[in-house]
């Protein structure tokens, strides 16, 4: 693809015969006579890559321009030229962001090689930019999060004004209501938006594991630990970190991350100097943590820097009015990643969601849709599709409707499902790794 450059200086003779170089160099080249023709050009041109700016220009000075230009465009490099180089002005001229500072007559024949150079910083860091808006499109904004229900609105309000803050956010709410959702939107909607954002499920890991994924560690601070690691905390500096199922932490855990909190620094496993940190801490639970740290099972202090800001998430069965529009923003998300077509819902198929009480919330919603769309006919979403617990009249294996064989028959469904990978069975279930092993081995579940 041929890269453009704009040429800013107001001597015509020296201002065409540069054009004339470049463009044999298989470059674009736009011309100005004047910085404010210049500047309206570029900001009407983003295809222009590098700018070659002389420093005296009858309406402006170029060394000036530069910080100008650069804020306005910073993906733009900026070659200034000069017929009096002097060694101050190619001093500002760096400070204010210049690519290189070049001397008329003495430099000519380095004009096309810096000008390889800075274009080729340039497409680094507009592919840089590309990948960067890649991530945050990947991550839900709070537009994304659908419902009209008085709840959902005034949580979707409390996100928004808390975003554009560093304050550490407590998501509350039942399993499966959104928690990372909203957290992914949140980070998405600050100013750390170009940064990391890393979630982890605090549930899922036994605490030795989760203090290395956590704070990582040193080579030889534990058998297995050939070589240093960072943590999430370090791979998270200048970004957010979601903190899921907070309150599964073992005390000595909440202990290192109520210092993180407080100091924005943390001892790596086996380490004797701390590190420093600049992250965000996002956290959610499903667990009464004020009354656990009442009864002294969570640490107050903990609790209380936590919960400066909370937020909470009502579960879907206090939400009715949104199902149809759920239903629908599943479908039609679901139906691109499976490439399965989607046109419309039957009236009936919505009714029978109305009827349920929803205990996954969401999650389970979601899985509910995912599984209609599978074995939709002609992209409509049938009654018929429903599983059982969502069916009238159909019933389980031996007609039993008690709560422990509608478990075991949901964890084997969703097992099945997921061909035995107990890290996704979990993931859809909403539980933790631990408690996953624990419910197979209670129900005595077949995994292939």
Known sequence: MTSTLLIIDDETRL??????????????????????????????????????????LPDGNGIEAVAKIKAAHPAVEVLLLTAYGTIPDSVLAMKN?????????????????????????????????????????????????????????????????????????????????????FAQAIHRESSRRAK????????????????????????????GATKDKQGLFEEANGGTLFLDEIGELSADLQAKLLRVLETQEFLRVGDTRPTKVNVRILAATNRDLLKESQAGTF????????????????????????????????????????????REIEPAFLRQLSGHSWPGNIRELRNVIERALILNENGVLKAESLPFSLSPGQAPAGDSYDLATLERVHIQRVLQHTHGNKTEAARLLGIGLTTLYRKIEEHQLTVR
């Open 15 to 56: 201002r065409t015969l540069l054009a004339r170089v470049l463009r044999l160099e298989q470059y674009e080249v736009l011309e100005a006579e004047s910085l404010r023709t210049g500047v309206a050009l570029l900001d009407k041109s983003p295809e222009v890559r590098v700018v070659l700016l002389d420093v005296r």
């Open 299 to 342: 640490r107050p202090d903990l609790y209380y820097r936590l919960s400066v800001f909370q937020i909470g998430l009502p579960p879907l069965r206090e939400r009715p009015g949104d199902l149809p529009l759920l239903a629908e923003g599943l479908a039609r998300t679901l139906s691109a990643r499976l490439r399965i077509p989607f």
């Open 97 to 181: 962001g210049a690519f290189d500072y070049l001397v008329k007559g003495d430099d000519n024949d380095r004009i096309v090689t810096v000008v390889s150079k800075a274009l080729e910083k340039a497409q680094l860091q507009a592919r840089v930019r590309e990948l960067e808006e890649q991530v945050a499109g990947a991550l839900f904004s709070l537009d994304d999060i659908q419902g009209t229900s008085p709840e959902i609105v005034r949580a979707r309000d409390l996100a928004r004004r808390v975003a554009q803050t560093d304050t550490t956010v407590l998501l509350i709410g039942e399993t499966g209501t959104g928690k990372e959702l």
């Open 196 to 223: 990391t954002f890393l979630a982890i499920n605090c549930g899922a890991f036994s605490r030795e594991l989760l203090e290395s994924e956590l704070f990582g560690h040193r080579a030889g601070s534990f058998t």
